[in-house]
């Protein structure tokens, strides 16, 4: 199955869980005070990190010189808000055409037990192969979190997967000089979040 293929398929998914999770009363998008979010003034999300790309380099904020960052939170087994993020983070980085080139997408995990860098690697490839898969110890994606004011916590379910994560879900841009410049819902359209970035890239 080609990339693309794949990446409908996981986004149609998605949608499907989504529909039965808002039906069912079931779905959570945030956890405590993730929809405050706008509330906190830029300079107070963000800073420097340390964590593993997906082929293993260790890398940190300062590891794409130049290029603006845009980062998402989640995880590989993600059954609903992960993949419909970075389908229409996807969807962005083809309506910006040659201006992705000044774009960095990042994916970071919060379940480093699970999400390996090859875990990653073949996960984001789903979607689009410029996006690069973070991972770290616990302690060091706990302080890329923070750093981000991303909320995350583990949670027991039924079945062979044991448990799932609950997890907030912005996706956010960064500046080449570390500075939040805006930040998305994951159900922001590809289309509209390109357009946002446009202005930011045509900055520097």
């Given at each position: 199955?080609?990339?693309?293929?794949?990446?409908?398929?996981?986004?149609?998914?998605?949608?499907?869980?989504?529909?039965?999770?808002?039906?069912?009363?079931?779905?959570?998008?945030?956890?405590?005070?993730?929809?405050?979010?706008?509330?906190?003034?830029?300079?107070?999300?963000?800073?420097?990190?340390?964590?593993?790309?997906?082929?293993?380099?260790?890398?940190?904020?300062?590891?794409?010189?130049?290029?603006?960052?845009?980062?998402?939170?989640?995880?590989?087994?993600?059954?609903?808000?992960?993949?419909?993020?970075?389908?229409?983070?996807?969807?962005?980085?083809?309506?910006?055409?040659?201006?992705?080139?000044?774009?960095?997408?990042?994916?970071?995990?919060?379940?480093?037990?699970?999400?390996?860098?090859?875990?990653?690697?073949?996960?984001?490839?789903?979607?689009?192969?410029?996006?690069?898969?973070?991972?770290?110890?616990?302690?060091?994606?706990?302080?890329?979190?923070?750093?981000?004011?991303?909320?995350?916590?583990?949670?027991?379910?039924?079945?062979a997967l044991g448990y799932t994560m609950d997890h907030s879900a912005f996706?956010?841009?960064?500046?080449?000089?570390?500075?939040?410049?805006?930040?998305?819902?994951?159900?922001?359209?590809?289309?509209?979040?390109?357009?946002?970035?446009k202005g930011f890239l045509a900055k520097g």
């Amino acid at each position: 199955m080609t990339a693309p293929a794949r990446r409908a398929v996981l986004i149609l998914a998605a949608g499907l869980a989504l529909l039965a999770a808002a039906l069912g009363g079931l779905y959570v998008m945030g956890g405590p005070g993730g929809a405050r979010l706008a509330e906190v003034a830029g300079p107070q999300i963000g800073g420097p990190f340390a964590l593993t790309d997906q082929d293993g380099r260790r890398v940190s904020e300062q590891s794409w010189p130049g290029r603006h960052l845009l980062l998402f939170f989640g995880f590989t087994h993600c059954p609903d808000v992960c993949p419909l993020a970075l389908g229409e983070v996807s969807v962005a980085l083809d309506a910006l055409g040659p201006a992705a080139a000044k774009l960095q997408p990042l994916f970071v995990t919060v379940d480093p037990e699970r999400d390996t860098p090859a875990a990653l690697k073949d996960y984001v490839s789903a979607f689009d192969d410029r996006i690069v898969g973070l991972t770290g110890t616990a302690e060091e994606i706990a302080a890329a979190a923070r750093a981000y004011r991303v909320y995350y916590k583990k949670a027991p379910v039924q079945g062979a997967l044991g448990y799932t994560m609950d997890h907030s879900a912005f996706v956010y841009l960064v500046s080449p000089q570390g500075k939040l410049e805006a930040f998305f819902t994951h159900e922001t359209k590809g289309a509209a979040m390109a357009e946002k970035i446009k202005g930011f890239l045509a900055k520097g």
